[in-house]
């Protein structure tokens, strides 16, 4: 294999300053938003004691689940040894810190006191999964860093491949654990359940390579820098490939709980008559997210830069559905304090509950996404993190170039 | 145990036969605490903990709620619990912290409708304590499950797992607080079983209330006592636990559901 050139993406163009300033001011908002959030209360968000966890909570944790999947391209290459994706190993890492980076942001932002972060990093309950995962969380950044050094630094080669063994590991048991924190709700019907884990696993794989293609066709496209058709299939191919295991185990999820007679309801509420959470699952989560696209990508013998970002957006907009799906249908379905009878109360029991995003929760959300595309632009380019061309440049540049002339349109 | 043995046994004794008996012997006891204030008996039901006495896993306190006497109309137990801790309707109803409510349960098959209380239900294996992740959420050792506002987070992951919806979320800055229960914007907060009146020895305000002007439908008192009554009744009497298939072994018990 021939040597990898990477360089840092170029400072202080024009889109550069604007790309930075904008990703600034968005994040300003969020923050305002949180701390509108935080000094007046929980009552000016859509939340309520029925719907406890709001669209913040979408965001963090589509951008959790995300973090670890972003790290299987360079899992792919260092793990599994294919050569086509060690080049992005890199990226990988900085997209998978990032993208935990703003999770965890927007979620310790939702906090109804965010300023006893302190009190969550010295009181642990090693009982609850949410403790477990502030070690997870803190060891993906450590190890995955490690990891990234290893990559960046060839006197520590010899690291390299346990660093790599290890990231992997701890991704899958990361991923785990998000899942787990759903799965472990044994008095919610929608969520208690074992394949909450395998679950949140394959759809961290969909959402982490979305993403991981969305901006490596953003940062190529804009800086001119050459990519082989063969990783622009790869990749769709890929995606295309872990949309149906994610579909798969959504399958196995749905018919599980059907197959359960006491979960028949809150199943006929996601699936037929749920309104808004229905179209979301049926529409977007699964035909927009993984039907269209997976048709798309395997009716297509050789898949271009434009498809390959089509696709990747199709299973962002699919995914962060089938995010909001899980975490506020499972919780407009109430609890089941009487199966088989009907009960109310004032306190909303026995109701569909309600729920609409405000907009300092969708404020902090975005800031979220802000901040992951801050990182990635910051850090790479104060520090080589994309390799100069990917794939087989010299034999591909026309073909490439003439693509870039295309996106550049 | 003996020790420890609260001196409830002779309401229990008193009011095994039902609220009525018990509302007289109350009434008896109150007067003779006002002529006789010496020797200063009934007004409480057992024991106060002393302070810097923590409490005990000898005692598991715990509530028996008779719903054939809980009545569709009557709310003395809400009101008067939102008294007690200070609670009133915020801004916006869906807001509005609820630590105890009233369910009204229809059966579609058979058309029966019955009315009960819900409250924190104050678990062996509350699933609340188990997934929070500071501790915030804790179980005192006679089984009172509580929220230390000094470090809960306001994560609402316990309200995500309770499967009692006991639990509320303070999402207003609260005025006119009771040093007892103070409540902190941010913070989760729900029943207490009133810890502050059962280690005065009191009953809570709930049951007080519901055995003062109410339908009598409620018992507190020491479920490790043999000789309470709520002991006696569970022994002898027909209880059931809410959803008891999660295994959580809630402290509070139902008859006629």
Redesign the interface.
């Given at each position: 294999m021939k040597k990898i050139e990477y360089r840092e993406l170029p400072a202080w163009t024009p889109g550069w300053w604007a790309l930075m300033i904008g990703l600034l001011v968005v994040m300003a908002i969020g923050l305002a938003g949180a701390l509108y959030m935080?000094t007046e209360?929980?009552?000016v968000t859509g939340?309520?004691?029925?719907i406890?966890?709001g669209i913040p909570h979408v965001f963090a944790v589509f951008m959790i689940v995300a973090a670890s999947g972003a790290l299987n391209v360079a899992s792919i290459g260092s793990v599994f040894g294919r050569d086509a994706y060690k080049p992005l190993g890199r990226v990988s890492g900085l997209l998978a810190i990032s993208l935990l980076a703003g999770g965890l942001c927007v979620l310790v932002l939702d906090?109804?006191?965010?300023d006893?972060?302190i009190?969550?990093m010295t009181?642990?309950?090693i009982?609850?999964?949410?403790?477990w995962n502030?070690y997870l969380y803190t060891g993906f950044f450590v190890v995955v860093g490690l990891y990234l050094w290893t990559m960046m630094d060839w006197t520590k080669k010899r690291f390299y491949k346990p660093a790599a063994t290890l990231a992997f590991l701890w991704r899958l048991i990361l991923t785990t654990g998000t899942g787990s924190?759903f799965g472990?709700?044994?008095?919610?019907d929608a969520y208690s359940s074992a394949v909450m884990a395998p679950l949140f696993i394959s759809m961290s794989f969909v959402f982490g390579l979305a993403i991981f293609n969305l901006i490596l066709l953003a940062v190529y496209g804009g800086s001119g820098r050459p990519v082989s058709p063969d990783v622009i299939h790869r990749k769709a191919r890929l995606l295309a490939l872990f949309m149906a295991a994610d579909l798969y185990f959504v399958v196995v999820q749905h018919i599980t709980a059907i197959y359960w007679p006491s979960r028949d309801p809150v199943e006929r509420f996601i699936l037929l008559d749920g309104g808004i959470y229905t179209w979301l699952f049926w529409g977007v989560q699964v035909f927009l997210g993984a039907v269209l696209p997976m048709a798309l990508i395997y009716r297509c013998k050789q898949v271009g830069r434009g498809l390959l970002r089509l696709v990747s957006s199709l299973a962002v907009v699919g995914g962060f559905a089938q995010v909001y799906v899980i975490v506020i249908g499972g919780?407009a379905w109430p609890?089941?304090?009487?199966p088989?009878?009907?009960?109310?109360?004032?306190?909303?029991?026995g109701r569909i509950h309600s729920y609409v995003p405000s907009a300092p929760e969708i404020a902090l959300g975005l800031g979220g996404i802000a901040l992951v595309l801050f990182l990635v632009t910051l850090v790479s380019t104060a520090l080589p993190f994309f390799p100069q061309a990917l794939g087989n440049a010299e034999a591909e540049t026309p073909a490439v170039g003439e693509a870039v002339g295309q996106a550049a349109e | 145990m003996s020790d420890d043995r609260n001196t409830r046994e002779t309401a229990g004794d008193q009011t095994g036969t039902g609220g009525i008996g018990r509302r007289a012997f109350l009434g008896a006891a109150g007067a003779v605490a006002v002529l006789a204030p010496g020797l200063g008996l009934a007004a409480h039901a057992f024991e106060a903990r002393p302070d810097g006495v923590p409490a005990s896993s000898k005692h598991r306190w715990g509530m028996l709620v008779d719903t054939t006497k809980c009545k569709s109309n009557c709310h003395v137990c809400v009101d008067a619990c939102n008294k007690e801790n200070g609670l009133y309707e915020?801004?916006?109803?869906?807001?509005?912290?609820?630590y105890i409510?009233?369910?009204?349960?229809?059966?579609?098959d058979t058309g029966y409708t019955h009315y009960l209380p819900?409250m924190c239900q104050h678990c062996t294996h509350p699933?609340c304590?188990?997934?929070?992740?500071?501790?915030?959420s804790f179980k005192r050792a006679d089984g009172i499950v509580l929220v230390d506002r000094h470090?809960?987070?306001?994560?609402?992951?316990c309200?995500?797992?309770?499967?009692?919806?006991a639990?509320?979320?303070?999402?207003?800055?609260e005025k006119n607080q009771k040093w007892y229960n103070p409540r902190?914007?941010?913070?989760?907060e729900g029943c207490t079983m009133c810890a502050h009146l059962v280690d005065e020895g009191k009953d809570p305000a709930c049951v007080t209330a519901c055995n003062k002007t109410g339908g009598g439908a409620m018992v507190f008192g020491d479920l490790k006592d043999p000789t309470s009554e709520i002991s006696k009744r569970v022994a002898t009497e027909q209880t059931t636990q809410?959803?008891a298939d999660?295994g959580m072994d809630p402290g509070v018990r139902y008859e006629g559901?």
């Open positions: 935080e209360g929980h009552h939340m309520t004691n029925q406890v966890w906090l109804g006191k965010p006893r972060l009190v969550a009181h642990f309950n009982t609850s999964i949410f403790a502030v924190i472990f709700l044994v008095a919610r919780q609890l089941e304090l009487f088989g009878q009907q009960i109310s109360s004032s306190f909303a029991d | 915020e801004a916006d109803p869906k807001d509005t912290a609820q409510r009233k369910l009204t349960v229809h059966d579609p819900v699933a304590v188990a997934v929070c992740p500071t501790g915030a470090i809960c987070i306001g994560c609402r992951y309200m995500m797992a309770c499967p009692y919806k639990r509320s979320f303070d999402e207003y800055t902190g914007l941010g913070c989760v809410i959803r999660l559901i």
